[in-house]
C-alpha cells in the first residue's frame, strides 16, 4: 500500500496553541498551497513546484491554532479519485479533519467510502485563493472527518470574504457560524422520485434504511418530483470539462512545473510539454473540453443555459422542504479505480447534482452497515445552510451511538 | 466598375493606471526584464484575478468622453488560444458583455463640415506579455518579458463608418484627443500606447454588399494609418480589377518599403465566460461618481472660450485641443493678459518650440506665471518681441528667473533716445548711398535702414522708437 502522505509535516508551527482550534490536525491535498511544500495537484504538469504563500485557508487555520499534518495524494488535478488517500488520513488516525477539494462528488465520495462525514459547502463559502484548482465554477474546498461538531468548527474558520477572491459572492462574505441557524426540529427532507428509479433493489434498500434514521430523528419525508434530473451528468461533464481545459491552459513550461527537454524551437517545446505533462485519465477530459470550446461553443452554450435551469429547479424544490436526500455512492462503481472519464462519472453519478447547483452536500455515514454496504445519506440543503446540514449529521451521529 | 472602400478600426489603448489590471503590479512595461511580476500576472496555481478599480473607472472615463452607453453589467471573458506570451493560456476580454456600447466621435469631413463616426463597442482587456525569439545561433531561444503582462487596455471598436484613408486618421485624431483630455490614457502611436487595426474592404459604389475584409496592422503614425489604408485600397482595386479574389486574411504595413505584406495567419481562439473574475455591475450612483471626474470636454471648452474670452472658432479651438494647453492658457489669461494676444503667443509661438521639444508643456520650467511675466515684460516694452521669442526658449529649458534671463542675455530693449539717436546716426553716416536713394523719393530703403539699425543694437532697440527716429533724421 502506497504511503498515505507525500509531504509529511515533521516540524507542524503552533502559532496560536490557544486558537478555537489549537491543537486540531488538518491534512490537505498537494493542491492547496502551503508555502514551502510541495504543490503539484497530483500532476506532472505541476512536478516540482513548491508553494510560494499560504492558501487563504490554510493562513486562517494554522492562525486559529491547527496543526497541519501532511499532504495526501491525489487524483491529477483534483478529478475524481484515483489514487487518492485523503480520507485515510484520518481513518489512519494522522488528522482530525481532511481537505478534500469537491469537483464532482470527492469529498462526499471519498467520505462515504471510509465511514465519514464529508461536507462540500455551499460554492463560493471558502475562498479559493491558493487552491490550484480545474473547475473554478464547481469547485469547493470540501471537509472530510469522524465529527461533524469538529467540521463546524473548521469551516467557520475557513469560511467568509476574502479579498484575494473576488469571485466569493456577496453572500457569502458574512462567513458561516459554526452555531447552526436553528434547530433540527421540524424539518422535511425531499426523496427524489426521478432518482429512487434509478437505483437497483439492493441501493434501494440501503437507502431507506438511512432515510428511516432520517424520519427517526424527526425529519419528515417528502417525495419529491425533479423532471430535469437525469441533465445533471451531461450539464456537469460539458462545463467542467471545458473549464478544466481553460485552466490547464497554464501547464505550458514556461514559468514553472514540468517542461520537455525535447523539441527544436519554443512550439515544439510548449507541444511535447503538453503532451509529457497529462496523464491518460485527465487528457482526453482536457481534449474533451477544447473540443467543446473550438469546435461546438453552443453546446457549451446551451449546457450553461440548463445549468440555470437546474440551478432554480433545485432551489425551488428548496422551497418545499428544508433539505433533498440522496444516497452519496454507487457500490458497483469504484471511484478510486475509474479509470475512463465514462467510469468516473458513472462513479460520481449521485453527487453531481450539488457540484452543478453550488448547494451545500453533506455525506452522512450510516455506522449501523458494514463499509462496504453503506452507500451514505447524502443532505443536500439550501445556499448557506451548512450549518443545518452539520447539525443534522450531529443529531444523527448522537442517535447513533445512542444505539437508537 | 468604380469601388467603395468600407473601413473599421480596432484601437487598443494602454490606459494610464497606476496597477495591472488584475494585480498590484506596477504598470511599467518599460522596466527591466520581468520586473513587475507576481503570483497573479505569472498566473501561478492558486492565482485569483482581482479586478483593479482605478483601471475600472480609467476605462469608463475614456468611454464617457467618446460618448458611449456605460453597459449595467459587463463580464470578462477567457479568449483561449496557446501562445508563450500569454500565461493562462488564455486572455481576460470582455468579448460577449463590453463595457460600453453605441458611441462617437466627430470629425471635420474633407468638405469642411463636420461627420459623425459611430464606435460599436468598447471593451477592457490584458495586454500580453513581451516576447523576444532570438533565431540566430544553433538552438534557437525564445525570452519572455511578463512586466506588460495583465496590463490594462482598452479596445475600441468603430462600425465600418469610414470610406477614405482620411476618415481614418481623422477619426483617430478625433478619438485620441477626446481619451488624452480624461487623463486616462497617453495614446502614443509612435510609443505603441494606442495601436490601430485596420479593416479594409471594397464594394462596389452604390451596393450595400459586404465583402472579404483584410485586416492591416503595425502602423506607428497617423500618417502610416492614412498611408497604409490608401495603399491596401489601391492593392485590393487591383486584384477585383484582374479578377483576383480577395481572401481573409491579416498584412503588416511595411513603413520603409511602403508596402502591406501578409503575415503569417494569427490563431483565433474561442470566448468562454470567465467564472473567476465577478461580473461588473455598475450602479447609477457610482457612474455619476465618475462622470463627476469627467474633465470639460474640448468641444464644450472651445465654446466656452469665444464666449468667455471672446476667440475666434479657429483660436478657441487651437486653446481648448488639448487638456494640458487649454488649462495653460486659462491660467495665463487669469492673471490679466489680454485672452486673443495670449492665445496667438502660445499658438504661433509656444506650441512650435514645444514641438521642437517633443514635450508637454508641464514636462517643461515653463509656468503660467512665468509666460505672463514675459508677456507682461512684452507689453511693458522692457523686451521686444524678437527677444521675447528668444527669452521664451529659455524660460522652457532652464528654470532661471525670468529677470535673471533678461539681465544675462541683454534683452533689455533700448528705448532710451540718447541711445539710439547716436546708433541712427552712425548706421546712417555708414550707409550714405542709401540714404541718398531715400531721400530722392526712394521709401523702401526705410526698411532696410531699419534692419540696419535693428541689427546694430543686436536686436534690443525697442522698434516704435528706433523707427520714429530715424524718420525724424532722414526727413
Ligand atoms: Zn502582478
Not at chain 1, 297 to 313: D, I, K, M, S
Not at chain 2, 155 to 164: A, G, N, R
Not at chain 2, 443 to 469: E, T
Request: glycine share 8%; with cysteine; charged share 20%.
Amino acid at each position: 500500500m502506497p504511503e498515505v502522505f507525500t509531504y509529511r509535516n515533521d516540524s507542524p508551527s503552533r502559532i496560536t496553541p490557544e486558537g478555537t482550534l489549537a491543537g486540531l490536525r488538518v491534512a490537505v491535498q498537494p493542491n492547496l498551497a502551503v508555502r514551502g511544500w510541495p504543490c503539484d495537484a497530483g500532476s506532472r504538469a505541476l512536478s516540482g513546484y513548491t508553494a510560494l504563500q499560504d492558501a487563504t485557508v490554510i493562513a486562517r487555520l494554522v492562525r486559529a491554532g491547527a496543526v497541519l499534518s501532511g499532504s495526501s495524494r491525489m487524483a491529477e488535478l483534483g478529478f475524481g479519485l484515483t489514487g487518492d488517500t485523503s480520507a485515510r488520513t484520518v481513518v489512519d488516525g494522522h488528522a482530525d479533519v481532511a481537505l478534500i477539494t469537491d469537483t464532482m462528488g470527492e469529498v462526499r465520495l471519498a467520505a462515504a467510502g471510509a465511514g465519514l462525514f464529508g461536507l462540500k459547502p455551499t460554492y463560493g463559502l471558502v475562498s479559493r485563493h491558493g487552491l490550484a484548482g480545474l473547475v473554478p465554477s464547481m469547485e469547493s474546498i470540501g471537509l472530510a472527518g469522524a465529527d461533524p461538531g469538529r467540521i463546524a468548527e473548521t469551516l467557520a474558520v475557513m469560511a467568509g470574504a476574502d479579498p484575494d477572491d473576488p469571485s466569493m459572492p456577496d453572500d457569502c462574505t458574512a462567513g458561516f457560524s459554526a452555531v447552526p441557524p436553528s434547530g433540527t426540529g421540524s424539518l422535511t427532507a425531499g426523496v427524489i422520485e426521478e432518482n429512487l428509479t434509478r437505483l437497483d433493489p439492493e441501493e434501494r434498500l440501503v437507502f431507506d434504511v438511512g432515510v428511516a434514521r432520517l424520519e427517526a430523528a424527526g425529519v419528515a419525508i417528502q417525495t419529491v418530483n425533479l423532471a430535469d434530473y437525469g441533465l445533471f451528468q451531461d450539464v456537469h461533464h460539458l462545463i467542467a470539462a471545458v473549464e478544466a481545459s481553460s485552466s490547464a491552459g497554464k501547464f505550458d513550461g514556461v514559468r514553472y512545473g514540468h517542461r520537455s527537454a525535447v523539441g527544436k524551437n519554443w512550439n515544439d517545446m510548449y507541444l511535447n510539454t503538453r503532451a509529457e505533462s497529462f496523464g491518460s485519465l485527465i487528457k482526453p477530459f482536457l481534449f474533451q473540453g477544447a473540443y467543446f470550446q473550438f469546435e461546438r461553443y453552443a453546446a457549451f452554450e446551451n449546457a450553461c443555459r440548463l445549468r440555470g435551469r437546474l440551478v432554480r429547479a433545485v432551489d425551488d424544490l428548496l422551497g418545499q422542504v428544508d433539505l433533498i436526500v440522496l444516497p452519496t455512492r454507487r457500490p458497483a462503481s469504484d471511484p478510486k479505480r475509474a479509470a475512463t472519464i465514462q467510469a468516473t462519472y458513472a462513479a460520481f453519478a449521485l453527487t453531481l447534482p450539488a457540484s452543478v447547483t453550488g448547494h451545500p452536500a453533506l455525506q452522512v455515514p450510516n455506522p449501523g452497515l458494514a463499509a462496504a454496504q453503506d452507500t451514505g445519506l447524502q443532505l443536500i440543503g439550501r445556499r448557506l445552510d451548512d450549518g443545518r446540514l452539520l447539525a443534522i449529521g450531529q443529531h444523527l451521529s448522537f442517535a447513533a451511538r445512542e444505539g437508537r | 466598375m468604380k469601388y467603395e472602400a468600407v473601413i473599421g478600426l480596432e484601437i487598443h489603448v494602454q490606459l494610464n493606471a497606476a496597477t495591472k489590471l488584475f494585480c498590484d503590479c506596477p504598470n511599467r512595461p518599460g522596466d527591466a526584464p520581468n520586473r513587475n511580476v507576481c503570483p497573479v500576472c505569472l498566473w501561478l496555481p492558486g492565482a485569483l484575478p482581482r479586478l483593479s478599480q482605478e483601471a475600472l473607472e480609467k476605462a469608463v472615463l475614456g468611454c464617457l468622453a467618446l460618448n458611449c452607453t456605460i453597459q449595467n453589467e459587463s463580464a470578462f471573458d477567457q479568449k483561449v488560444y496557446y501562445y508563450p506570451d500569454l500565461p493562462k493560456g488564455y486572455q481576460l476580454s470582455q468579448h460577449h458583455k463590453p463595457l460600453a456600447r453605441n458611441g462617437w466621435v466627430d470629425i471635420v469631413g474633407p468638405d469642411g463640415g463636420l461627420k459623425r463616426l459611430c464606435i460599436h463597442h468598447i471593451h477592457m482587456e490584458e495586454d500580453v506579455a513581451k516576447l523576444v525569439h532570438e533565431t540566430e545561433g544553433r538552438t534557437p531561444i525564445s525570452l519572455v518579458d511578463f512586466n506588460r503582462a495583465g496590463t490594462p487596455l482598452i479596445e475600441i471598436v468603430s462600425e465600418p463608418d469610414m470610406h477614405t484613408p482620411h476618415d481614418a486618421m481623422e477619426y483617430v485624431k478625433a478619438l485620441r484627443a477626446q481619451l488624452r483630455y480624461t487623463g486616462s490614457a497617453e495614446c502614443s502611436l509612435e510609443q505603441g500606447t494606442l495601436r490601430v487595426d485596420a479593416n479594409i474592404s471594397l464594394r462596389p459604389v452604390g451596393t450595400e454588399v459586404l465583402n472579404t475584409k483584410v485586416e492591416v496592422k503595425n502602423m506607428n503614425s497617423i500618417h502610416n494609418v492614412g498611408d497604409a489604408i490608401a495603399y491596401e485600397i489601391i492593392r485590393q482595386t487591383e486584384c477585383l480589377e484582374k479578377g483576383e479574389p480577395i481572401v481573409l486574411h491579416t498584412r503588416l504595413w511595411d513603413p520603409e518599403r511602403r508596402v502591406t505584406a501578409p503575415m503569417r495567419a494569427k490563431f483565433e481562439g474561442p470566448c468562454v465566460p470567465d467564472p473567476s473574475v465577478a461580473p461588473i455591475v455598475v450602479t447609477d450612483v457610482w457612474l455619476d461618481a465618475v462622470r463627476g471626474r469627467l474633465p470639460e470636454m474640448p468641444a464644450r471648452k472651445s465654446a466656452r472660450f469665444m464666449e468667455t474670452y471672446g476667440l475666434e472658432p479657429d483660436e478657441a479651438a487651437a486653446m481648448s485641443a488639448e487638456r494640458d494647453l487649454s488649462e495653460f492658457f486659462e491660467s495665463v489669461v487669469e492673471r490679466d493678459l489680454p485672452p486673443r494676444k495670449t492665445a496667438g503667443w502660445i499658438a504661433s509661438q509656444l506650441v512650435p518650440l514645444l514641438r521642437e521639444r517633443n514635450r508637454s508643456v508641464g514636462q517643461t520650467h515653463l509656468t503660467a506665471e512665468r509666460f505672463a511675466a514675459l508677456l507682461g515684460a512684452l507689453k511693458k516694452e522692457i523686451v521686444n518681441t524678437q527677444s521675447a521669442r528668444e527669452i521664451l526658449g529659455q524660460l522652457l529649458d532652464s528654470p532661471d528667473a525670468l529677470e535673471e534671463i533678461i539681465q544675462k542675455g541683454g534683452h533689455r530693449q533700448l528705448s532710451d533716445t540718447g541711445d539710439l539717436e547716436t546708433l541712427v546716426d552712425r548706421v546712417l553716416a555708414a550707409h550714405p548711398a542709401d540714404v541718398a536713394d531715400y531721400r530722392s523719393g526712394n521709401p523702401k530703403v526705410l526698411g532696410f535702414l531699419m534692419g540696419q539699425a535693428m541689427k546694430a543694437s543686436q536686436g534690443k532697440a525697442n522698434p516704435k522708437v528706433l523707427k520714429a527716429l530715424l524718420a525724424q533724421r532722414l526727413g
